[in-house]
């Protein structure tokens, strides 16, 4: 088997890359360990910032995102038994769309397959070849059989526990990472919403968000031990815990419902670098992870395949190479700045093992200024619907002027 772009993971990433590709009339097979069912059944939070909504919509495959999405303006912060907006539209003139990661996912399949795009779901034993060459290869096995794909480039968009980053040498890459002493307790709820928007809260019990997947169904969360186990969690508990630290004092309540689904999301950050060898890019979750808190992982996966694109688009139009040896440098001074914003969501929402009764404070204050300041206001919100692609579209004019030297 050949083609031009070997992409190994069919998650949003790598179906968004092959979309992309496809509008620019370059070839790619995806290679996908899961079944279509596997992964369009994998429910995931979905909070679009607004330049991954463009994008979407830009390239034919937001239609469904557009009708069934909920379009968020602001986002409430919780605390000392008060609530606070913060109002995008007013502070940015942008907005979120809460839309699940899954239904993307969805779209996304729907379109390549439609378009013939090669999809190889339950490709196993995938293995990189020869990236350091000009025809690297991905091996991999399907239906019993043994497959060679040669390519002209690889990308990795096969998440955190896939075999793309390990495919790097360990002299060449480095991993930072932080480890968060808590997990998310997230219950899954047939009810009717208890807020038109998010509700970020802080407690002295811990942290609790309270989100909406549709006026059928909900998503609520609270900190917890990342050892716990969700057996020790009977229904009754965890509506105790959800009134206790999300009841605000002039008498709101959360809605309580029937708990379908229960599970603990580890907390960590993590950030590779370089993001690119030889032949080989990293993109999404297989190269940067994010605490959810600031609602980074899909967003930066989607502009990292927009880098990516553009990238191979210059390649395959005119043999330069100018975006894509810069790849790695473009896509991490934007995945260090959304570390940043969610490491500093987390550390101000989150109590933490240790902490006294001054850092408690020092939270709430935190919090009290956010709310109260609109430059501090204005820093969250212009974070939280995404940061503008200055570093992509600089270089891409640098690339542009070379190229007429």
């Known amino acids: 088997m050949r083609t031009q772009v070997g992409i190994v993971g069919g998650g949003p990433a790598g179906l968004l890359l092959s979309h992309l590709l496809h509008l620019q009339g370059i070839e790619s097979v995806i290679l996908e360990i899961r079944s279509r069912e596997e992964l369009e059944s994998e429910i995931r939070a979905g909070v ?90 991905v091996r991999f096995r399907k239906d019993g059989e043994e497959h060679a794909l040669a390519c002209d480039f690889v990308a990795g968009t096969d998440g955190f526990h896939g075999v793309s980053r390990e495919a790097i040498p360990e002299r060449v890459r480095t991993g930072y990472e932080r480890r968060y002493p808590f997990g998310w307790f997230g219950i899954l709820v047939e009810g009717p919403p208890s807020t038109e928007e998010l509700i970020y809260a802080f407690h002295d019990r811990g942290f609790a968000l309270v989100s909406t997947r549709s006026p059928e169904i909900q998503r609520l969360y609270f900190q917890c031990d990342p050892e716990e186990e969700v057996t020790n969690w009977p229904d009754e508990k965890i509506w105790s815990e959800m009134h206790a630290r999300l009841d605000t004092d002039d008498g709101w309540t959360v809605e309580e419902g029937r708990i379908v689904q229960k599970d603990i999301v580890q907390m960590r950050s993590f950030v590779t670098e370089p993001m690119q060898y030889g032949r080989l890019f990293l993109a999404g979750d297989a190269a940067h992870i994010v605490p959810p808190t600031g609602a980074k992982g899909m967003n930066l996966a989607v502009a990292d395949v927009r880098v990516l694109a553009h990238g191979l688009e210059e390649f395959y139009g005119s043999g330069r190479t100018t975006l894509l040896e810069r790849y790695s440098k473009i896509c991490l001074r934007r995945v260090w700045k959304a570390s940043r914003f969610s490491w500093w969501m987390t550390s101000m929402l989150h109590r933490f093992a240790g902490d006294n009764d001054f850092q408690y404070r020092m939270q709430v204050a935190e919090l009290d200024y956010v709310t109260g300041s609109r430059a501090a206001a204005t820093s969250l919100a212009e974070n939280y619907v995404g940061l503008p692609m200055e570093e992509f579209a600089a270089e891409e004019q640098r690339s542009a002027r070379e190229g007429v030297r």
């Open 48 to 137: 679009l910032e607004q330049g991954t909504v463009d994008l979407l919509m830009e390239t034919g495959v937001g239609d469904r995102m557009r009708d069934e999405g909920a379009v968020h303006h602001g986002v409430n912060l919780q605390f000392s038994g008060r609530r606070e907006r913060i109002d995008f539209a007013d502070l940015t003139g942008k907005a979120i769309t809460l839309y699940g990661q899954h239904e993307v996912v969805k779209d996304l399949v729907h379109a390549r397959l439609d378009a013939g795009g090669q999809v190889l779901f339950g490709a196993e034993g995938i293995e990189l070849r020869d990236l350091d060459s000009d025809e690297p290869k």
